[in-house]
């Protein structure tokens, strides 16, 4: 069993240490972070335990937190600090799935009772969470979901693979899941006990690049104030996940190659070789045997990478995921938001489906967060989906119009009665019990707009 793993985020410093330190000293591990973007900087780093964070920081409120918290990892337990005047928006966030509140000045000793018992409960749903996944294999694999025989085919090379050592290449289009796929690997390694590293190479020059993942000494360059240890040192027993890999300068591929081959790393400003203990995932959009051809990309490097080579193909070429990701979808962010069950009608799942999604499974995602989270109705039409959605798909009628101020009431009425029509399939005496009127007016109205 590893240590738990704790974020505190405050802005009042003081405050962050002594919370940390009591937790250390009951056997945690504590990040502590002293604003909100460094809070959620640390979110997006680690997958943390337990969240405790103040209600009100400075930079960022501490709802937002909890929202990227929950959404980055559903069991992960929040707790929020609040001052006396704040109860109400504590209870509140509780609501939208905070665990518990504690009002400042807070109680050591009630925080450990707090946190032990969080960490009991949530051992304990995370095991069944892992049950409950290992038996819904047909769907998926350790929370990608895909039944289509392509994904089918990807969750078996998985399984396959996950337990050796092999160097892993991921490629597909953005937002197919390239990185969901790696950390599904390192989860069904016997690494998992150990830390999963992501580095976007894309993100960085060559020379930041270099010490990233390298490391460097002390006085290596402007600005090396002190030594520090790279990514592939801090993946030791882990995994390291180097993301858009096929952006990597030719120099710095040529030195990863070097790494791969005699498995030692050596910082950057040091003669020094350390012996690392690493598996690599690396992930790219790009088509690395064009940039091969290209001479964007070194072949030799290329060969290496792909000892196992996974394409997620994308979602348009999977259609028939489409409906299993939105129901997954609708599910989770009912349950992160608090929302009642939102069904979606024949016509707009029909139409999700058709769409091209050049956003791939995290564009899905992130349509079905947008309904539960505004839709005011308990089925969502055709007409509700994002116009500029709709607008991508070719093949589909132009949306109906809608109700909306600056319409004339004998509009707005034709509108309506049409819509309950459509509703009802066509049965009037239905239709007119919906409206509150009686049939008769019914029956005069449509023929007075003609709505057969
Ligand atoms: N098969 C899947 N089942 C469930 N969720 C998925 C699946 N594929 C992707 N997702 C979700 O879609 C989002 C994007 O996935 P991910 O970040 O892994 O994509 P990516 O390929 O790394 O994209 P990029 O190239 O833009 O970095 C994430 O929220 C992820 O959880
Ligand atoms: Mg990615």
Redesign the pocket.
Known sequence: MTSPIILVIDDDKNHAEITAEALERVGCRCHVATSGTEGLDWLTRERYDIVITDLKIYDIDGMEILRHAKAQDPSVEVVLITGHACVTSAVEAMQKGAANYLEKPINLENLRTLVKNLLEKQALSRDNLDLHRALDKRY?FE????ETAA?QRIFDIMAQIAPTSATVLVT?E????????ARAIHNGSRRREGPFVPLNCAAMSGGLLESELFGHEKGAFTGAYRKREGRFESATRGTLFL?ELGDMPLDTQAKLLRILEEQKVQRVGSNDLISIDVRLIG?T?RNLSEEVEAGRFREDLYFRLRVVEIQ?PPLRDRKQDIPL?IK?YLEEFQLLHGKSELTLSPAAQKCLVELPWPGN??EL?NVIENLVLLSTNPTVELEHLPSELIGSAVALPRSAPSLSAGMSLRDAEKLLIGKTLEQTGGNRDQAATILGIGVRTLYRKIKEYDLR
């Open positions: 998926g929370g990608l979901i895909g994904m597909g953005s937002g197919t899941g390239k990185e969901l796929v993301d992930a959009n997620i990701l997954h499974v995290r995602r």
